[in-house]
């Protein structure tokens, strides 16, 4: 059974950055896409990127177009999403989740990770 864990949120000022991971474990994500979602209190879960099992196709949610980037590392087993000029409406608990067939940004994913507290405060 395929099982996923976020790591690498945190507390950081607006426009700082940090980069989650997402690691693998119980199975080989090379035939997953992999998408990250967030939610945050009062909210809906929401995608936020995704990104094709071969790694040639990624989308994002306009909301972190040109600040965010997912990519995946086949030899570690990982996803990451590098988040850059953070603002504080980008703080959530952010979710790894990987199913086979097309990445999309619907929650429609068979795998889901605990979750990752990013805080966006100054």
């Known amino acids: 059974q395929l099982q996923l864990v976020e790591s690498g949120g945190g507390l950081v000022q607006p426009g700082g950055s940090l980069r989650l991971s997402c690691a693998a474990s119980g199975g080989t994500l090379d035939y997953y896409a992999v998408g990250w979602f967030r939610q945050a209190p009062g909210k809906e879960r929401e995608g936020v990127s995704c990104?094709?099992?071969?790694?040639?196709?990624?989308n994002y949610a306009d909301s972190v177009k040109g600040r965010f980037t997912i990519s995946r590392d086949k030899a570690k087993n990982t996803v990451y999403l590098q988040l850059n000029s953070l603002k504080p409406e980008d703080t959530a608990v952010y979710y790894c989740a990987a199913k086979r067939g097309l990445a999309t940004m619907l929650v429609l994913y068979a795998h889901w990770g605990q979750g990752t507290q990013v805080t966006v405060s100054s």
């Open positions: 990104i094709s099992s071969s790694g040639g196709s990624t």
